[in-house]
DNA sequence: GATGAATGAGTCTTCATTCAT
DNA sequence: GATGAATGAAGACTCATTCAT
C-alpha cells in the first residue's frame, strides 16, 4: 500500500500542475520536481503522461457518474425536483472541492487524443441522456414544456458547466446558493413565473408593468 | 491581392485541420501539405503557429462580437425579445455556417498560452456581461424575476455554447429552431408556464393558478 | 555602365552591414532592403552572398596589396625608413578612410570557408613576407638586430592591425600620428633610445635614474 | 563529477570541432557525433550551442586573466623586465599549449552577438591597459620613451596575437624563444640598439653615438 | 524499488536561392 | 532587366521515455 500512498501524492501533485496549466504546458518534469521523486519512479507507477492524465480525468468523471442518479417516479419516491436537487448537490458540491479536477476537466479535457476526447463526449452525452430522460419524464407528467428535450438537455447541462467554471476559480462559493440559481433557471429560465403563467409563451398578464412584458416576451416566430 | 488570396487559401486549410485536430495534434507540416505549399511559404504568411491559430481565433471572435448588440430599450426599439432572437439569429447562423471554426472555437480554444486563454475569457465574459445586462434591463422592467443575474448570465451563455457544440458537428440542424429551443429554454426554462407561478419555487410572487405544480416543483429546502 | 553603378550601390550598403553586423548575423534580406532593390534583383549582380562578400574582401586585400611596395635599396633610392613611412601612410591613410571595409578586414573575415580564410591569410602572409623581407635587408645592412626576422614581421604586422583596429572606431584620427607612433614602436620599441645603446639587452647605461635601468631591461635569459 | 566529466568531455571535442571550423560551420550534429553522445545529451549540459562555445572563450580568457599579472614595483619587487617576462611565458605556454583555445580565440571569436565580442574585447582592453600602465610605470622611470602608451600597448598586444597566430598552428614553437623574440621586439624595436641613441627619430634624446643611424632611422618628415 | 543520465524522434523556424511573371 | 513569391535544405531545440546502476 505504499505503493498506492506514492501514486497518490504524485497524482495529487500532478493534479494541481494540470489545473494550472493544461495538459501541454505541463511537462514531466514539472510533476517529478514538484512530487520530489525522480525521473524513472515516475515511470514505476504511471505508463507514460498521458496515463496519469487520463487516470485524474477519470477519477472526475466516475465521481460525477456516480453522482449523478437516474430520477425515480412512482409511490414513495421524493419528488423529482427534490431528487435532481439532490443530484445537484452532489455533482456541485463535488466540483467545487475538488476546483482542480474540475478546472481539467472544464479546461484542459480537450484535444490530445481521440480516444480522451470521446471518452469526455461519451461522459457529457451520458450526462445529457440522464438529464433529457428526466425531462421526457416530465413532459409524460405534463410538467414539462413538449419541446426539443434533447437540446434542452444539453442546454441544461451547458449552463451547469458554465456556472461552475465561472464559480469554481474565485475561492468559496456556496453549494446552495449555486444549486438554487441553476436549479430555478433550469426549470423557470428567466422569466418571472406570473407573466408566463398563460398559454404559449409571450401571452403574458397585464402585470404591474403596465402591459409592457407583452412586447418582452413577445410572440414567437415559429 | 494575390497575398491576400494566399493568407486565406493557408488560413481555410488550416482552419480545417486545426477543428479536427486541434492545436497541438496540428503540426506545420500537416498544414502546409495540405494546403500545397512549402514549409518557407507557410512563414512568409504567417509569424508562426501560433499566430496563425491566433489569428483565426480572433476572427471568430471578432466575427461574434460584432453580431451580438446591447439591448436597446425605448420607444420605437424593437421589442427586447426580438432583439434576443436577431441577436442569436446572427450568432447560430454564423456558428453553424462556419463549423470549423465554431469547433476551434469551443474545443480548441484552452490551455497553450496565458494569453490565448485570457483572450477567450475576456471574450466569453463580455458576451456574458451583455447577456447580464440584458437580464438586469429585463428586471427593471419587472418581466424578468429578480435573481443572481451573473450566474444566469453564464448558465445561458453555457446553454448556447453547449447546444451548438451538440448541433454543430451533425450539420443538419436548422438556425431557426436552434434558436428557439435556445430562446424558450432561456426565457422559461423548462417548465409548462402555467405551472410557475405558484408559491414555493424561485422569487415567485404568488399568483393565481396556485399549487398545481406542487410535486413537481416543490418548495426549496432551504 | 548603369549595371556596374547599381553593383556599386548594393556593394556600397552591404560594406556598410557587413561592417556593423558581420558576415553571419547580416542577411540578404537586409542588404536589400537597405540598398532598395528586390530580391531577385540582387541575384542578378551577385552570384550569391557569399560572392559579394568575397568582393568587398578582395577590394580591401587588393588597394593594401598595390599600397605596399617593396624597399628598394641601392643609390639614389630613398631612404629605407622613409620607404616605410611611405607605405604605412599609403595603408593607413586608406583603412582610416576605408573604416568599413577595415571593419571587415580585422574583424569579420574569418570563419566562413577555409577558401575565404585561406585567401585572407594568404594576404596577410605576403604582407609579412614583405615586412620580413625588409627586416632581411635591414640586417644585411647591419641596420636592424640580427634576429627571428620572420617572428619579428608578424609582431610588426600585428602590431598594426591592432592599432588600426583600436584607432578606426573612434573618428577621425591623424594618419600621420598613427603611423608615426608604429614607425617608432616598430623600429625602436619602447624603450629610451639612450638605455639601449650598447651592445647587448639590458646593458643600460647608468641614466639620470641611478641605475634602476638595469633592472628594468635586465640581461636576457637565453 | 561523472557530471564534470561528461562536460569535460564534451567541452573537449567541442573545442577542437570549433577550433578547426569555427562557430558557424559547427554545428550541434559536428559536436555531439564526434563526442560520440545524442542530440538530447548535449542539451543536458549546455543550453544551447552559443553557451558551449561561450564556455570556452570564457575558458581561455579567464585563464590568460590569470596569467597576466600586474608589475610590482618596489623595493624586493622583482626587475620588471622579469615580471613581464614571466607574464609572457605564463600566456604563451598555456597558449601554445592550448592551441586549439587559442586559435578560436584569435580566429572564431568575433562576430555572432554583440555581447560575446563585447566580452572579448572588454577581455583585450583589459589586457592593453595592463600593459598600458607597465609603459606609463617605465614613463615614470625614465625607463620607456615618452609616446603614446595607449597605442604602444595595443601595438604590443597585437604584436603579441599575431606572432601566436602564426606560431601556433605548426606547433613546434618554444615557449622560450617566442617570448624573448616578442619581448626584444617590444622593448627594443627592430633596430640595433647601438644605431637608436641618435637625433632625428623619434622622441630619442640626443645621444652620445649621434648620427650613425642617419640613413636608415632617418629624420621624420612632419 | 529508486535513480537520473542518456536517448532520439519530432518540431519549429530561418534564410539563401530560384523562377515564373 | 526587375520583381517578389515560393522553395526546401539545414539546423536548433524539446521532451517523453528508457535503462544501466
Redo the contacts with the bound molecule.
Keep these: 500500500m505504499?505503493?498506492q500512498a506514492?501514486r497518490a501524492q504524485v497524482l495529487r501533485h500532478a493534479k494541481r500542475i494540470f489545473a494550472r496549466k493544461g495538459y501541454?504546458?505541463?511537462?514531466?518534469?514539472?510533476?517529478?520536481s514538484r512530487a520530489?521523486?525522480?525521473?524513472?519512479?515516475?515511470?514505476?507507477?504511471?505508463?507514460?503522461?498521458?496515463?496519469l492524465f487520463e487516470e485524474l480525468l477519470q477519477q472526475v468523471v466516475s465521481e460525477l457518474t456516480v453522482r449523478v442518479l437516474r430520477l425515480k417516479v412512482g409511490p414513495g419516491e421524493p419528488d423529482p425536483v427534490e431528487q435532481l436537487r439532490a443530484n445537484l448537490v452532489r455533482v456541485v458540491s463535488y466540483l467545487l472541492a475538488e476546483r482542480e479536477l474540475t478546472d481539467i476537466l472544464l479546461h484542459h479535457s480537450t484535444g490530445f487524443d481521440r480516444e480522451l476526447d470521446d471518452q469526455i463526449q461519451t461522459f457529457y452525452d451520458r450526462v445529457a441522456a440522464l438529464i433529457q430522460r428526466s425531462l421526457d419524464l416530465g413532459v409524460q407528467m405534463k410538467l414539462v414544456r413538449d419541446a426539443d428535450t434533447r437540446i434542452m438537455s444539453y442546454a441544461i447541462l451547458g449552463g451547469i458547466k458554465e456556472v461552475i467554471a465561472m464559480v469554481s476559480p474565485s475561492g468559496e462559493a456556496s453549494v446552495d446558493a449555486v444549486v438554487e440559481e441553476i436549479l430555478n433557471f433550469g426549470l423557470t429560465g428567466v422569466a418571472r413565473p406570473e407573466l408566463l403563467a398563460s398559454p404559449g409563451l409571450g401571452h403574458a398578464h397585464n402585470g404591474e408593468n403596465g402591459g409592457r412584458a407583452g412586447s418582452f416576451f413577445g410572440p414567437k416566430l415559429d
Design positions: 505504499q505503493r506514492r501541454h504546458r505541463t511537462n514531466v518534469a514539472d510533476i517529478i520530489g521523486i525522480a525521473r524513472g519512479t515516475f515511470y514505476l507507477y504511471f505508463e507514460n503522461k498521458r496515463d
